[in-house]
């Protein structure tokens, strides 16, 4: 799904771009995705639209400067990497609290604990990308470097 995902991002320099979820399947099926993978993929980015479209901006979360706490069952599904990392992009200014929420919601769709950090990466730039946010330079290196150039981030 996630090869789908970053397909679209390189493939659709905006969201609006994208065809409709019949057609998309359609494109997504001759390039030679498989179609449960397809499937997957278009319900998960169509889940992230809708979240991502919402009017947050009257709302408490969307207001929060206070932080976050992650009952067990999340930060057992997100993995402490992906914690660090979330925390990282909100008090860089990349993502404000309503992302936050909308990260975290979409990472625990995912049938996998703990989130792999780069999925995680795939994940915020796949929000900002639907609410036609470009990550800057730096930190666009930082969504698609590798995990494995870097040592554990630390938060302080």
């Known amino acids: 799904m996630f090869d789908i995902l970053v397909y679209l ?8 771009a994208c065809p409709e979820p ?3 399947a ?15 993929a278009i319900v998960w980015l169509t889940d992230l639209t809708e ?12 207001l929060s400067t206070g932080f976050r706490f992650y009952v067990q ?19 860089a200014g990349v993502i404000k609290a309503a992302q936050r ?14 989130v792999g950090l780069s999925k995680l990466k795939i994940i915020v730039l ?3 990308w639907s609410q036609g946010h470009e990550p800057d330079a730096l930190m666009f290196d930082d969504l698609f470097g590798s995990d494995d150039e870097q040592g554990p981030r630390l938060l302080h």
């Open 51 to 62: 979240m991502a479209g919402a009017d947050t901006s009257a709302t408490d979360v969307a």
């Open 22 to 24: 019949a057609a998309l």
């Open 101 to 114: 929420e909308i990260v975290i919601e979409r990472a625990l769709a995912l049938d996998e604990s703990p």
């Open 126 to 128: 796949m929000l900002l």
């Open 73 to 91: 069952q999340e930060y057992d599904a997100l993995g402490a990497d992906a914690v660090g990392f979330i925390q990282f992009l909100e008090s």
């Open 9 to 16: 991002y390189e493939t659709y320099f905006r969201p609006d």
């Open 26 to 40: 359609r494109k997504l099926s001759a390039v030679g995705f498989e179609d449960d993978e397809i499937s997957e």
